[in-house]
């Protein structure tokens, strides 16, 4: 089944503990992002990546790090984080360039930073 | 900068009606318009992508239009059901890669 996966789905951690979120896709995309989710602000953009080591900032990417070593995989770093990163995150993949194709998203990891 | 706007913020409506649901982006240089649904505590499925150059898209009940110059986009559900209950997103993708997402309708159908 094509589909994009992300674990942890829910997490409880505390300020400055790193973290990673990971974010896997089966569909060979080149094109794959992070975005998060706040009442009131809607989705938001963090990270995205054109292509294997190809890597870019969104609209919001203060306090993350992303890789992307492999074509399926794009994983999100906290190195610290902070409780404004309490969110619910959502990783995204499409096929190419992204303004042409679907947008494919996972279930979200919902983050809580105490 | 882009921003898209949706209206109304939420939605009631008896089992049965057409209804519709409207989308405004304020910059017309986009790639594509997409619509999205997100049901509570899961993940977005895409429902419609209307390329630039298109005016209508066509999936089952559902028909989105868009109207690039007057920064439109309206997504019309047809013979309304329970099952469609949900938050619908309208995203726009411009010249930077990212979809700038509206906040959303939430719809509300009752039997």
Known sequence: EAQVTQNPRYLITVTGKKLTVTCSQNMNHEYMSWYRQDPGLGLRQIYYSMNVEVTDKGDVPEGYKVSRKEKRNFPLILESPSPNQTSLYFCASSPRLAGQETQYFGPGTRLLVL | ?111
């Open chain 2, 1 to 111: 900068k882009q921003e898209v706007t949706q209206i109304p913020a939420a939605l009631s409506v008896p089992e049965g009606e057409n209804l519709v649901l409207n989308c405004s982006f304020t910059d017309s240089a986009i790639y594509n318009l997409q619509w999205f649904r997100q049901d509570p505590g899961k993940g977005l499925t895409s429902l419609l992508l209307i390329q630039s150059s298109q005016r209508e898209q066509t999936s089952g009940r559902l028909n989105a239009s868009l109207d690039k110059s007057s920064g439109r986009s309206t997504l019309y559900i047809a013979a309304s059901q329970p099952g469609d209950s949900a938050t619908y997103l309208c995203a726009v993708m411009g010249a930077i890669t990212a979809l700038i997402f509206g906040k959303g309708t939430t719809l509300s159908v009752s039997s």
